[in-house]
């Protein structure tokens, strides 16, 4: 059975430091891996798609790493700002199809 | 495109009463996701559909709920009767197809259960 665990739970950094938010699954026969932004009381807003065949993804100033053989992926923030402050959700897809989820990482950055 | 779209977005209810959520997924998209989250279990996947046919609804915690679609553009959830532990954000998405593709979510519905 396919499980995801982030790590850590939760975050606080202050504005402009570099952050790395870990994500691991047990199971590396996967489609893909997505990250999601949540902010509260909203939806999941997507961030990066990596598919199974690519190592990373970038966008601004997020990057994210995929390594299969391992089971693990990490989401780069670059010189975080306040309005980063939200919960980041990875979900990895499996040969079923259907995204599972980590619990989140809660970050905050402060002013 | 508006996006995956979801009514209500708050339902309050009193327990024993039927709940009807709904979703319409990106047009042209073919798979379709009901997840729900708590603060206690997270996001959960109740069921999900490809081409309109239910694939797995293992995640459907019981005889209560129930899910259909039918047609490409409309599905709803049911939950009857409903009871307070239902209480929860019920989310709604949708890819292109099932496996390597993004999935977008709607901005769920917040249901609560006196």
């Known amino acids: 059975k396919q499980e995801v665990t982030q790590i850590p739970a939760a975050l606080s950094v202050p504005e402009g430091e570099n952050l790395v938010l870990n994500c691991s699954f047990t199971d590396s026969a996967i489609y893909n891996l997505q990250w999601f932004r949540q902010d509260p009381g909203k939806g999941l807003t997507s961030l990066l798609l990596?598919?199974?065949?690519?190592r990373e993804q970038t966008s601004g100033r997020l990057n994210a790493s995929l390594d299969k053989s391992s089971g693990r992926s990490t989401l780069y923030i670059a010189a975080s700002q306040p309005g980063d402050s939200a919960t980041y959700l990875c979900?990895?897809?499996?040969?079923?199809?259907?995204?599972?989820f980590g619990q989140g990482t809660t970050l905050q950055v402060k002013p | 495109d508006a996006g995956v779209i979801q009514s209500p977005r708050h339902e309050v209810t009193e327990m024993g009463q039927e709940v009807t959520l709904r979703c319409k997924p990106i047009?042209?998209?073919?798979?379709l996701f009901w997840y729900r989250q708590t603060m206690m279990r997270g996001l959960e996947l109740l069921i999900y559909f490809n081409n309109n046919v239910p694939i797995d609804d293992s995640g459907m915690p019981e005889d209560r709920f129930s899910a259909k679609m039918p047609n490409a553009s409309f599905s709803t959830l049911k939950i009857q009767p409903s009871e307070p532990r239902d209480s929860a954000v019920y989310f709604c998405?949708?890819?292109?197809?099932?496996?390597?593709?993004?999935?977008?979510f709607g901005q769920g519905t917040r249901l609560t259960v006196v």
């Open positions: 990596i598919q199974s065949s690519q």
């Open positions: 998405a949708s890819t292109p197809n099932s496996g390597n593709t993004e999935a977008f």
């Open positions: 979900a990895v897809v499996p040969h079923t199809g259907k995204l599972i």
């Open positions: 047009s042209g998209h073919n798979s």
